[in-house]
Nanobody
Framework: QVQLVESGGGSVQAGGSLRLSCAAS??????????MAWFRQAPGKEREGVAVVYQGGGLTYYADSVKGRFTISREHAKNTLYLQMNTLKPEDPAMYYC??????????????????WGQGTQVTVSS
């Protein structure tokens, strides 16, 4: 397992942008060895996969609801995963979590496929 710490959440107006960060413990392997994903959970709803970057080459997938608006990326030098969120909509507010696994999760949006989770960072969108 790897320790993950999210940051960057906050409140933004609809149409605005936020960038979430997920820092992996410096005592772990490089994040390139892990498949890492962002999930979100809104009140009263199930946790859903937002985006994933697979271990190794960095293949990415996105939920249909965020395609073209969100970008997942990683910075190896800082051992950090990012989620750039643009054109935020009223349906995007949630607690956002990053997750990691030393494996190739299939399907990528299956919550149980990941064994390391951060504590979450809250995103609020005002109209």
């Amino acid at each position: 397992q790897v320790q993950l710490v999210e940051s960057g959440g906050g409140s933004v107006q609809a149409g605005g942008s936020l960038r979430l960060s997920c820092a992996a413990s410096r005592y772990t392997l490089s994040i390139s060895h892990y498949s890492m994903a962002w999930f979100r959970q809104a009140p009263g709803k199930e946790r859903e996969g937002v985006a994933v970057v697979y271990q190794g080459g960095g293949l990415t997938y996105y939920a249909d609801s965020v395609k073209g608006r969100f970008t997942i990326s990683r910075e190896h030098a800082k051992n950090t995963l990012y989620l750039q969120m643009n054109t935020l909509k009223p349906e995007d507010p949630a607690m956002y979590y990053c997750a990691a696994v030393f494996d190739w999760p299939s399907p990528w949006y299956k919550e149980l496929a990941y064994n390391s989770w951060g504590q979450g960072t809250q995103v609020t969108v005002s109209s």
